[in-house]
Structure formats: C-alpha cells, structure tokens
C-alpha cells in the first residue's frame, strides 16, 4: 500500500525536491496522501485519544506547511523526519495547553482522572493487544514510547529515527532495545498479576 | 510474552489506519489553507509592507516639507509658464500682470526697470496685434484693444520716467565728473553704482526714440514700433 503511494507520486525525494525548489502546493497535498496515515497512527499512540490526534495531526500538516513555505528545509532529504518532528513539538505543546486547563479546576481535574481510572479498568479487562498497547505506553519514558511506535509500528529506519529524535544511530539503537525491554517488562508483570 | 512476539504484535498495529472520511475532510481543509490561505497570507502581507514602508517614508518630516516645496515651486513654475503666453481676456492674464508686477517690485536698478517696462510695452504691443489679427472686424470696438493700447502707453510712460531718474540722480552726484561726449550724447559718471558704470544713457536720443515708438504705435504700425523698442532696449545695456 505504501510503496503504490509512493510510486504513484514518483518517490518521497522527488516530491520533497518538489517542495524544496518550488514550494509547490501539489507536491504538498501529494505528501499528506503519504504521510497521513502513519502521522496520525503516531499522534494517536501517543495520545491515545482519536478526536485529539485528529486535531493535533492536522495541526502537523498545516506547521509543515509554513516551513516548506518558508523554505526551512535545508537540513532535510525527505519530507518524513520533519513531520515527525513537528508532529512531538505539537504533542508537547498539546500536553502543557492540556495542562494548563487541567488546572483551572481542581474538581473538573479529579472527574477527568477518574475517568481514565475508568478507562483503564475497562480496557485492561480487554485481551486486545491495540488496547494492551494503548494503556502500556503512557507507562513508558516518553523518548522509549517515541522509538516503540517509530521502529516498530511505523517501521522508520533507524537513520530515519536518529533524525527525527536528533541523536546518533548507535543511540538510536540502544534506545529502541531499552524501550522493547521496558515494554516487554510492563506487560508480562501485567500478565503476572492477573494470573 | 517473548520479544519476537512483542515484535509481531506491535508490527501488526501499522495496519491502523485514520478515518477516511477525516483524512477527506481535512485534506479539503488543507488544501483551502494552502492554495487560498497561503495566497490570502501572503498578497496582502507584502502590500501591506509596501504600503507601511511608503507611509512611514512619506510621514517623515523632512520628505514632507520637500514635497510641499517642491508642489508650490513647480505649480509656480507651471503657472507662470502658462501665464507667459496667456491672451488678455484669459483668466491667467491676471497672473501675468501681477508676475510683471512683481518683477519690477523686485527689481532696484531703475535702468534695469526701464527695460523691463519696455519688455513689457513690447509684449502689450504683440498681445494687441494677436487681439486685431484674431477678430479685425471688431478692431475698435473691441474693450481689450483699448485696454492694451492704455497698457503699452503706460509701459512707455514708465520707461521714460526711470531714464529720467537715472538722469537726475547722476547729475546730482557729482556734476563734475559728468563727462559729455560729443559724438553719441553719452553721459557716463564715475561715481555712479557699479551697476551704472558703463551704462549708456542718451537721454535725448531716447525720449526721441521712445517718442518715435509712440508715433508709429499710434498709427498701428507696430513692426517698426517694435524694431523702436528692439533698438532702445539694445542701447540700456
């Protein structure tokens, strides 16, 4: 599915060359077509709420737009780490506006963990691994959680992820075998305590 | 559960895909964003720029105060270029008196005001022969005709008052370093202004001359009253 999209738009450098020297808007709506879905699965991920990472990922799109417009791409060869990049900054920025609204109500903010509380319950009772997954992660260092959906959900590369995480590949490979490690570890000790 | 099956499972979750009608709906709003919006961004911005570099450029004192001067000089300009060849009747002939005006206002030296009145009485002159040749039937009859004729008799009043005042003002200086020379009636003072010295003022010859041009004027021979004039003012030098 993933190589007909790209084949049909003549590859992900042609079309980044397109935005590059041109900033052409084609070229741009061509790359959302590519993008979308593994953008949004990793937004969804990390948030873990469907309505929140629709509106964070377009969110991502439209910011990578003003820099394909500003012409800040010198430092890239494909379209993909940027989105990537553009797609945690907007998560971080969505956590602390979160946040922030959270504290205006110490009552509203009770109700809203008791609702997860509820969530949690309900969704560990469901032997589903996308629901398993969804209620593992949050649990995971937030620099794990990113290289967990990267590697082996949206199966970036490893150059790909150092690039989006700005580290070396050596680091990059350390950390997705700590992450597999601590994942692994949380869900087994899950298991455990059920059984 | 083993890392290989961990591996599996999570490698199975690539298959989640967003909403199709969202990704529908929001490529629309993306491309609205992009195609109009960048554009809506974009235009205004740099005209806006434009504009605020102009009227930050043009609210400057020192632009502004050039601009008005430079509006009142070249309107000046225009106007009394217009004047210039403005016809009696018109309404810049108004403009032309008052610029004459203020040109002999402007000016000290009365030999230098004697030529201009008979610059002057030369242009009332060929103003009037433009009024005849424009309307011939209505030569006397016509009030402009009448007024020019007044205006030229006038300008050459005017001349012959300043001669003579010239006249005056160097006998009374010093009568004895008044030379008279016999041949062209030339009446030179050495302590005369600077401007003088060297002036030729034949007194006699140019009341007779000016009272030549009035003759030919009168009988509306106006060629040979204008080579009068032509002459005169040559000798002012």
Known sequence: ?195 | MTERELIKNLSALKNIEADSTWIKSNREVLSYQIFNGAEYVDMPLRFMEKFSLITKRLLQPTPIAAVIALFFVMSGVVSVRMAKNAAPGEPLYIAKSISEKAQLVATFNETAKAKLNLEFAGQRMAELEKVIKEEPAKDNNDPRVAELSASFKKEIDSVRDHLTKVEAVKKTINPKTVAKDSKDNTVVSAEASKEEKGIEITTPDNQKTLAEVEKLFDDKNYTDAAAKLDELGKQLK
């Open chain 1, 1 to 195: 599915m993933k190589n007909k999209k790209a084949s049909i738009f003549g590859g992900e450098q042609v079309l980044f060359l397109r935005l590059k020297k041109h900033k052409d808007k084609q070229a741009f709506i061509e790359a959302y077509d590519l993008y979308i879905d593994q953008i949004h699965r990793f937004v969804y991920f990390k948030l873990g709420n469907k309505d929140e990472a629709e509106d964070v990922t377009s969110m991502v799109f439209l910011k990578c737009w003003n820099y394909v417009y500003e012409g800040n791409l010198e430092n890239y060869d494909t379209l993909k780490p940027l989105l990537y990049k553009i797609a945690r900054n907007t998560i971080i920025d969505h956590y602390r506006q979160n946040k922030n609204q959270e504290i205006v109500s110490l009552e509203a903010a009770e109700e809203t963990v008791d609702e997860k509380q509820d969530i949690h319950e309900q969704t560990i009772t469901n032997i589903d691994f996308k629901e398993l997954v969804q209620e593992k992660l949050p649990l995971l260092k937030d620099e794990y959680r990113d290289v967990i959906i990267l590697r082996f959900i949206n199966e970036l590369s490893v150059s790909e992820i150092a690039k989006v995480l700005g580290k070396t590949s050596g680091n990059v490979r350390v950390l997705v075998h700590r992450a597999l490690q601590s994942l692994q570890e949380i869900i087994n000790n899950d298991e455990t305590e059920k059984k």
